[in-house]
């Protein structure tokens, strides 16, 4: 199981996520401000949006993150990278 901690304390399963895209696209598709606006209405969204550079969307959430796409990429294949090192140090001592 993965997680990636996606800033404001908040930490997530990678499986989980749907998509990221950067918050200033959020205002220039009304489509996009639509949805926003809805999950922000319904309470399914997680982190402020005044100081968001990211939004992460889940099955059942929409969060607000402060770190930026690449930010959040660097975090998942760092720890992509270290469970991978696990797994190579298991079968390691397993030969």
């Given at each position: 199981k993965m997680f990636i901690h996606i800033g404001n304390g908040d930490v997530i399963?990678?499986?989980d996520i749907i998509t990221i895209?950067?918050?200033?696209?959020?205002s220039s598709?009304?489509?996009?401000e639509e949805m926003i606006d809805n999950i922000l209405a319904q309470g399914k969204s997680i982190g402020k949006t005044s100081h968001a550079k990211s939004v992460i969307i889940?099955?059942?959430?929409?969060?607000f993150s402060s770190l930026s796409i690449?930010?959040?990429q660097k975090r998942s294949s760092i720890r992509a990278m270290v469970e991978n090192i696990d797994e190579l140090q298991l079968n390691e001592d397993n030969d």
């Amino acid at each position: 199981k993965m997680f990636i901690h996606i800033g404001n304390g908040d930490v997530i399963r990678t499986r989980d996520i749907i998509t990221i895209i950067d918050y200033k696209l959020v205002s220039s598709s009304i489509i996009m401000e639509e949805m926003i606006d809805n999950i922000l209405a319904q309470g399914k969204s997680i982190g402020k949006t005044s100081h968001a550079k990211s939004v992460i969307i889940t099955d059942y959430h929409i969060y607000f993150s402060s770190l930026s796409i690449p930010t959040l990429q660097k975090r998942s294949s760092i720890r992509a990278m270290v469970e991978n090192i696990d797994e190579l140090q298991l079968n390691e001592d397993n030969d």
